[in-house]
């Protein structure tokens, strides 16, 4: 591989399939000295190893993207991408298979400072800076206009006494399991500006564990440690499109600290505007407990479509869009349908 040269000390890992890497063994192929092959990742913990690499090499278009949102240099195998926005911001360079291209596209990518900004919020930010709302919500304009005079919206993040985290984490179709490269950007992007007594909330829906195992371990790349420097709580937001405003306010709260004082800080600042009752445990309960709420919506929902599609005399509510019994016209309907079972395997 002609381009550990430019890579001086630095370790390529390579993810492989057991069964190639089998074939690699029975041709008996030569590996490169300074390449390790190692076994395939679950999602966070290939999310560890990329956030910690010097460089990127793929072809797979959400790899483009976590490596721009993590800034880390991107070369991506492949004449054209469905990112182009990692291009226009410099994350990423297309190489295709041709090896000199390769070479010249690591050795750029590696010369390059690391200073991009983040491109997929960027509208979303202009309109918010110009005082217009990207989405309708019942009661939030008024405050938003009230507020404005006293906010700035930007990528970036700046020093902060508390740091809240309420990012989107969609599932990944693929690997059946929730998506936490935002998550991951957030905390990367946070604990550069981390100082002494500070306050971290994460409000995101996250598999249990997700506020131990993935973002304590990078808000202490600061040199600060949890508990003794810094405060850690999983306050998971519980509100409904449309009426989200009085939800924040007069819905109960659940607030799971790393530690007694982490609890105590988070429920002090959500005092601020809520009216509805805390109640206090861990972070890991807290992070089930919302899943829980939420298997529990998803499961109800299931079965009140199933029924109301299937028995004549049950009307729990009107079959729609949402997890449960599909029905598509033009074909047989015993083809078409999905029951909610199989759905939730697929959701």
């Not at 000199?100 to 309109?127: A, C, H, Y």
């Not at 808000?219 to 949890?226: A, R």
Request: proline share 5%; glycine share 6%; aromatic share 8%.
């Amino acid at each position: 591989m002609g381009f550990l040269r430019f890579l001086k000390e630095e370790l390529i890992k390579y993810p492989i399939h057991p069964r190639a890497l089998k074939k690699i063994r029975e041709f008996r192929l030569e590996i490169s000295e300074g390449v390790e092959l190692i076994e395939p990742l679950g999602f966070l913990e290939f999310l560890q190893l990329e956030a910690n690499a010097t460089l990127v090499l793929t072809d797979s278009g959400g790899v483009q993207e976590e490596s721009c949102i993590l800034r880390v240099p991107c070369v991506t195998l492949r004449d054209n991408t469905e990112r182009p926005e990692t291009l226009e911001v410099g994350s990423n360079i297309l190489t295709g298979t041709n090896k000199e291209r390769i070479l010249g596209g690591v050795k750029l990518m590696l010369s390059k400072d690391k200073n991009w900004k983040n491109p997929f919020n960027q509208e979303t930010i202009e309109k918010l800076n110009h005082g217009e709302l990207p989405f309708e919500e019942k009661e939030l304009e008024e405050l938003f206009e009230k507020a404005l005079p006293n906010m700035r919206f930007k990528t970036e993040v700046e020093e902060a006494n508390v740091f809240i985290i309420a990012v989107p984490t969609p599932l990944d179709k693929e690997m059946k399991m929730a998506e936490l490269k935002y998550v991951r950007s957030a905390g990367e992007m946070i604990y550069p500006h981390l100082r002494k007594d500070n306050l971290v909330i994460l409000e995101s829906t996250v598999p249990p564990g997700t506020s131990e195992k993935l973002l304590i371990p990078i808000l202490e790349k600061s040199g600060l440690k949890v508990s003794e420097d810094f405060y850690l709580a999983h306050c998971p937001e519980r509100a409904i499109p449309g009426n989200t405003i009085h939800e924040m306010v007069h819905n109960d709260r659940i607030i799971g600290g790393i530690d007694k004082k982490s609890t105590a800080l988070a429920r002090s600042l959500y005092s601020c505007f809520v009216k509805g009752n805390f109640y206090l445990t861990t972070t890991i309960t807290a992070e089930f407990v919302k899943l829980m709420e939420n298997m529990f919506r998803d499961i109800n929902i299931a079965l009140a479509n199933e029924l109301a599609n299937k028995h004549p005399r049950v009307n729990i509510l009107k079959p729609g869009p949402g997890v449960g019994l599909f029905h598509w016209r033009g074909r047989s309907t015993m083809e078409c349908q999905i029951t909610f079972c199989e759905l939730l395997r697929e959701w």
